[in-house]
């Protein structure tokens, strides 16, 4: 998904991945392969540490005396695969085509539940127990004999592996590439389940698989499972569909009877009676219903918005609260992709060109209020970004390298330039001209051309109209030195459709990213073979062995101290090849909701669902009218 200084982000909790980035010192702590084979386990992580010993009563973060009811109307800062926040014509979220709503998640429960105050630990939900081989290639799952479907069938060991082999062949691409060395997913009679993989997979591959929803077999008999239809599919989880209205407005209703209630999983949340998703295409609409009250909880993303638009009447009187929570501690990813399967934009020298273009300082100054920093890498707000010099232990990973990546690897991490904040730095702007010079183009009455006479184009496709108020100042920059650059404001579902064929010059991504990336999480942003699988994560379409190789290494790092110098060497590579380039990020949720809710603090380090976490309180909702 894409944003601009309203930044929202996407999924597996939101694009969760099944990582997470670190509270912890960078301590070296025992692998994945080191968590002991042939045992009963109630939980797994990355490094094996778990916080929830077993038998363990509830999540901390759980609210258990939180009363039942109420509604939450809001419009998700966050999705999912290919949900879509502003329309919607399928329900339908596990494939790669259509615009399905936020939030079907709900509906589904998963073998194992991720603990949203632990980077990268998950417990059993439909799962009791999981046991790892003796070789680590395969998980015998054993499932609860109380696990049920919303119309009261039984899950069964048969339809986890219906469904996990239906998401290996049909599923959206975030499934089918995690899913590419499983070799075989197979009922042992009723209650257990077994995975298989090749032996290629990473150790933590299993940390995402096991988070993926399971499906009804028999209701699915004889049905595509594609973008098709408006008809939602037969769930498990704590919510169920209720009224919708496509491309409107979609409610989730509280399954009363939820099989799952009282495990320790599950036990003090999901609170609300109803959960509401409002559509709008329009971001001033979208404001104007919540001043109204027809939301109730808003997550603001618009820098101008926050600070000065909250001083209407509600706010004014205390019926409204406006406040920051802290941001997760994991790796937030919000960077321009140029899309690198258009020739013009292989050279390294174009790429950095163009970002010499966005005064960062000017637009920040001018228009955002001040109210964010610059990013400097794709893993900002994370252990992860690498600063200053490389450690010994990073060029034990770079030098092999020396010759295939950047000189710049080498030095001081690639930093984002500063601009005088003038909006128009001459420097830096004749800087970009030479580059491109250096590339190849000539400037031939006003604009850049190359060999060919072929004029230099940039297409910057957005799908939100504040982009149009933001970036002027970034393609008046573009077009002075050359470039015939134009902004393409296009509709959500052609957007959509846009992104996941790579049909783009140049477009804004935001993630936030796991906070222990698993090796497919990275394969989806950063490595070849992903370069041309639609649906995937690698919208600049970089294509490198190098890169390949640190994601590898990654990837196979038995510790915490490992996985992080590992990291670190990527982000060095990817910073000095400009593949995507950072711009912005605000350290804290800024929100605004209407006081009718209860709910605890802190909030958990990892995860921040508000429609799983708080609650509808009748006393407050009575004081301010809204009961």
């Avoid at 919607?88 to 991720?114: H, I, K, Q, W």
């Avoid at 491109?436 to 939100?464: C, H, I, S």
């Avoid at 400009?578 to 009718?596: G, K, L």
Wanted: overall charge negative; aromatic content about 14%.
């Amino acid at each position: 998904m894409t944003t601009a200084d309203f930044s929202a982000l996407s999924r597996r909790r939101f694009l969760e991945f099944s990582g997470a980035a670190l509270a912890t010192p960078l301590l070296g702590r025992r692998a994945f392969a080191a968590i002991p084979t042939g045992k009963s386990l109630h939980g797994l992580s990355a490094f094996g540490d778990l916080k929830y010993p077993a038998g363990f009563e509830h999540f901390d973060y759980a609210s258990l005396d939180a009363p039942k009811g109420g509604t939450i109307t809001f419009q998700p800062g966050y999705w999912f695969f290919n949900q879509n926040v502003q329309t919607f014509n399928t329900l339908n979220s596990y494939v790669r085509t259509g615009d399905a709503p936020p939030r079907m998640e709900l509906c589904f429960d998963a073998l194992m539940m991720s603990a949203w105050d632990e980077p990268d630990s998950v417990y059993g939900l439909v799962a009791e127990s999981v046991a790892i081989s003796e070789d680590r290639n395969s998980f015998t799952f054993k499932l609860r004999p109380e696990a049920r479907f919303h119309d009261g069938s039984p899950i069964t060991a048969e339809d986890v592996a219906f469904s996990y082999t239906l998401l290996k062949e049909k599923g959206h691409p975030d499934f089918v590439l995690t899913l590419s060395e499983m070799t075989a997913a197979e009922a042992v009679g009723s209650r257990e389940f077994r995975i298989v993989f090749s032996g290629k997979q990473s150790d933590r591959t299993i940390l995402d698989v096991v988070l993926y929803p399971i499906f009804s077999k028999a209701s699915l008999e004889g049905k595509p499972f594609d973008s098709s239809r408006l008809e939602p599919l037969l769930g498990s989880g704590p919510y169920k569909v209720g009224r919708f209205s496509a491309g409107r407005y979609i409610e989730y209703e509280r399954v009363e009877d939820d099989w799952a209630r009282d495990l320790p999983a599950r036990r003090g949340l999901y609170h609300f009676d109803r959960i509401r998703i409002e559509f709008y295409s329009d971001r001033n609409a979208a404001f104007e219903a919540f001043k109204k009250g027809v939301t109730v909880f808003r997550e603001e993303f618009t820098s101008r918005v926050w600070a000065t638009g909250y001083d209407f009447p509600a706010i004014q009187d205390g019926r409204v609260v406006k406040r920051e929570f802290p941001s997760e501690l994991r790796p937030y990813f919000y960077c321009k992709a140029l899309n690198q399967r258009r020739e013009r934009f292989r050279d390294p020298r174009v790429r950095e060109a163009v970002n010499l273009c966005f005064d960062f300082e000017w637009i920040n100054k001018n228009l955002f209020y001040g109210l964010y920093d610059r990013s400097q890498s794709p893993f900002e707000k994370s252990p992860y970004k690498a600063e200053g010099l490389p450690s010994e232990s990073e060029l034990a990973l770079l030098e092999p390298l020396r010759g295939k990546v950047p000189d710049a690897v080498f030095g001081e991490a690639v930093m984002q330039p500063v601009s005088d904040g003038s909006g128009r730095d001459r420097k830096m702007l004749r800087r970009a001209q030479e580059l491109m010079q250096a590339a190849g183009w000539r400037k031939q009455n006003g604009v850049l051309t190359n060999a060919d006479g072929e004029p230099f184009t940039l297409e910057y496709l957005v799908n939100d109209q504040v982009f149009l108020s933001v970036e002027p100042s970034f393609l008046g920059n573009l077009r002075a030195i050359g470039i015939d650059a134009r902004m393409r404001h296009v509709d959500p579902t052609q957007y959509q459709l846009r992104l996941v064929s790579f049909d783009f010059d140049m477009t804004e991504i935001a993630f936030s990213l796991g906070a222990t990336p698993t090796y497919d999480t990275l394969v989806q942003f950063f490595h070849s073979s992903t370069a041309s699988v639609e649906g995937a994560h690698n919208y600049p379409g970089m294509a490198d062995a190098t890169v390949d190789s640190l994601i590898e290494t990654a990837g196979k790092a038995q510790t915490r101290e490992a996985f992080t110098t590992a990291m670190r060497a990527l982000d060095r590579v990817l910073r000095a090849r400009r593949d995507w380039i950072p711009n912005w990020y605000s350290a804290n949720h800024r929100v605004a909701y209407w006081d009718m809710f209860g709910f605890k603090e802190p909030k958990p380090d990892y995860f921040f669902p508000v429609e799983a976490l708080w609650w509808y309180d009748e006393e407050k909702a009575k004081a301010i009218g809204k009961a």
